[in-house]
């Protein structure tokens, strides 16, 4: 699972305890002559100077190619927030995704950090799209011009959120929604044989989460699914899902709901 929950920024030193690959200073060994070697710690310090700072850092574990895997960075800007009228409060965020085996251009991608209850989601919109940059002739200033366009088009979310809060839907929506939201987790094979109680699945857990509009709706569904907080049968058996601790499927589940729950508004 992604870590969007810190309020705190991580010093240079806890981003290397935790994602030694961010400092890898030379490329993988088998990358062609052309590839073009930036060290994410050249972003994290190019970001710093545009006012974002690290809260989140992770790495894939790996067996092989050690140092060079992909990673994670999670930027946020103190000083870029949404505060909903009704005390919601939103910290927009930057995600980052590199890797030093030549597999993966540096990867952009927008997120919001949720105080009321420390949740995380990917914005998915088609303004909101994936923002790449190749290592090959990057500059501070190709930077800047990518992260002031993300900042502009926050707009847009504030937009998606309101609409989503004054969308109010029946118990029959939100059970159809919650049985698409599996989907993306899981495969359509896989809910053929799962039994799952899609009313648990649209339960509160808290009671900021209690309204029954599709900004609450998703928050509610998103937050189970992410953390595995919910139980199905299959052979019998209860099962307890597990928590996604994979960033990219964490990206991926995140991205797709979202987009789900504009559709339905």
């Known amino acids: 699972m992604i870590d969007l929950t810190s309020k705190d920024f991580l010093s240079k030193e806890q981003i290397k305890e935790q994602a030694p690959s961010v400092f890898t200073n030379a490329p993988a060994s088998n990358v062609s002559k052309h590839y073009t070697h930036i060290p994410t710690s050249v972003i994290v310090d190019d970001m710093e100077k545009l006012g974002w700072k690290v809260s989140g850092v992770q790495e894939v574990k790996a067996r092989k190619g050690v140092g060079f895997q992909k990673h ?38 927008a997120g919001l950090f949720r105080m009321v209850c420390a949740n995380g989601l990917v914005v998915s919109t088609k303004e909101f799209e994936n923002v790449k ?45 919650a049985k698409n939201a599996l989907t993306t987790r899981f495969t359509k094979d896989q809910i053929k044989v799962f039994k799952i109680d899609l009313k648990q699945l649209i339960q509160p857990v808290r009671t900021e989460d209690a309204g029954s509009d599709v900004w609450s709706l998703f928050n509610v569904i998103q937050e189970k699914l992410i953390t595995g907080d919910f139980s199905y049968t299959m052979g019998g058996k209860i099962r307890k899902a597990r928590e996604i601790k994979n960033f990219s499927q964490d990206i991926d589940v995140n991205k797709k709901l979202f987009a789900m729950a504009n559709e339905l508004v």
């Open 72 to 109: 994670l960075i999670v930027f946020r800007n103190p000083d870029v927030v949404i505060n909903g009228d009704d005390g919601d409060t939103v910290f927009p965020q930057v995600l980052l995704t590199n890797s030093h085996d030549g597999k993966n251009a540096f990867t952009f991608t």
């Open 133 to 177: 940059m190749r290592h090959m002739g990057y500059t501070f200033k190709d930077l800047q011009v990518k992260i002031r366009e993300m900042v502009e088009l926050l707009p847009i979310t504030v937009e998606s959120m309101n609409k989503m809060k004054a969308t109010e839907i029946g118990e029959k929506i939100a059970l159809k929604f």
